[in-house]
Every structure is written in structure tokens, then in C-alpha cells.
Nanobody, 116 residues
Framework: QVQLVESGGGLVQPGGSLRLSCAASGSIFSIYTMGWYRQAPGKQRDLVAAITRDSSTNYADSVKGRFTISRDDAKNTVYLQMNSLKPEDTAVYYC??????????WGQGTQVTVSS
């Protein structure tokens, strides 16, 4: 059993910042890639950012320069620092973890709303 517990979502004004956290626990075999996806109403779930075991990162073009992904392997935790938030960043954000067996796990999602 693997659990991903997300936190840090909420309501923020345009230009504001939020920091999302996702902690993995349970029977997980050496986390390889950790990432964040988001899904707005009526749209597909898209990759926001991902970080590999060797700390290589990948970002969606729409968030480059504004969002930063990081990880703490001692805590099996991934973070997403979101700055200069825009209304179009409003979505449910999902944590994703892939372990060395290529098994993918998803968090329950956390709502981020950017509105004045």
C-alpha cells in the first residue's frame, strides 16, 4: 500500500505564490521520478513539472521561470514552488511518483485557485 499525501493548495490572488508538498509513504521501492500534473475543468490532465532521481527537471512551457520543483529523498517528498500565479494556473494539482518497478502512483489532488 502506497499513499501520497498532498498539501498546500488554496486560493491566492494573481501574482501570488503557493507551495505544494507531496509526501509518499508505504511500500514504495526506491522512488525514481516525482512530478506534478494539473487538470482544469473540462481539460485533460497535463504535466506541470517533473524531477528525476538525479535531479534533472522538466517543466511545461507555461510555467517555466515561475514554478520550481524540488525533492527531499530522505522524506520521500516532492515540492512545487509556484510564483507569479495566473488565473490560468487554476486547476486541481496531482502528485505523481514512479518507483524503480515503473509503478505509478497518484495523489488525491489539491485545488489551486488563482482569483482576485
Amino acid at each position: 500500500q502506497v499513499q501520497l499525501v498532498e498539501s498546500g493548495g488554496g486560493l491566492v490572488q494573481p501574482g501570488g505564490s503557493l507551495r505544494l508538498s507531496c509526501a509518499a509513504s508505504g511500500s514504495i521501492f526506491s522512488i525514481y521520478t516525482m512530478g506534478w500534473y494539473r487538470q482544469a475543468p473540462g481539460k485533460q490532465r497535463d504535466l506541470v513539472a517533473a524531477i528525476t532521481r538525479d535531479s534533472s527537471t522538466n517543466y511545461a512551457d507555461s510555467v517555466k521561470g515561475r514554478f520550481t520543483i524540488s525533492r527531499d529523498d530522505a522524506k520521500n517528498t516532492v515540492y512545487l514552488q509556484m510564483n507569479s500565479l495566473k488565473p490560468e494556473d487554476t486547476a486541481v494539482y496531482y502528485c505523481n511518483v514512479i518507483d524503480r518497478t515503473s509503478t505509478s502512483y497518484w495523489g488525491q489532488g489539491t485545488q489551486v485557485t488563482v482569483s482576485s
